[in-house]
Nanobody, 124 residues
C-alpha cells in the first residue's frame, strides 16, 4: 500500500526555520515527482515546490524561492523541505504528494498520492 507520512511541523517564530520530512512506504520515491503543498485556513491548497523523478531537478513557486529547499534521500526513501526565514504568511497545513508522469508542476490535481499533512505555525 502506497503511503506518505509528513512530519516536522510545529510552532516557530518569524525568521525561524523548520525542516519537514515526507517518508514513503510501499513505493520508491525516486520514480515519482514529489511535491509540497500547503493550505491555510479559508484558502485553497497551493503548490510550492517539487522535485522531479529521476534527475531530481526542482521547481519552486516564487513565494518560497530562496527561502525553501527541497531535497530527496533515496536511501531513506524520504523527501525533505527545509524552510528558512519563515513568515506568518507561511502558516498552513503542509502536505506532500507523489505524482506519476508529472514534471516541474505543482498543480494539486496532477498528483496521485497524498499524505495527511503537518501543521506549521509561524507566530511570535
Amino acid at each position: 500500500q502506497l503511503q506518505l507520512v509528513e512530519s516536522g511541523g510545529g510552532l516557530v517564530q518569524p525568521g525561524g526555520s523548520l525542516r519537514l520530512s515526507c517518508a514513503a512506504s510501499g513505493f520508491s520515491l525516486d520514480y515519482y515527482t514529489i511535491g509540497w503543498f500547503r493550505q491555510a485556513p479559508g484558502k485553497e491548497r497551493e503548490g510550492i515546490v517539487c522535485i522531479n523523478s529521476g534527475d531530481g531537478t526542482t521547481y519552486y513557486d516564487y513565494s518560497v524561492k530562496g527561502r525553501f529547499t527541497i531535497s530527496r534521500d533515496n536511501a531513506k526513501n524520504t523527501v525533505y523541505l527545509q524552510m528558512n526565514s519563515l513568515k506568518p504568511s507561511d502558516t498552513a497545513v503542509y502536505y506532500c504528494a507523489a505524482g506519476i508522469g508529472v514534471r516541474s508542476t505543482v498543480v494539486p490535481a496532477k498528483y496521485d498520492y497524498w499524505g495527511q499533512g503537518t501543521q506549521v505555525t509561524v507566530s511570535s
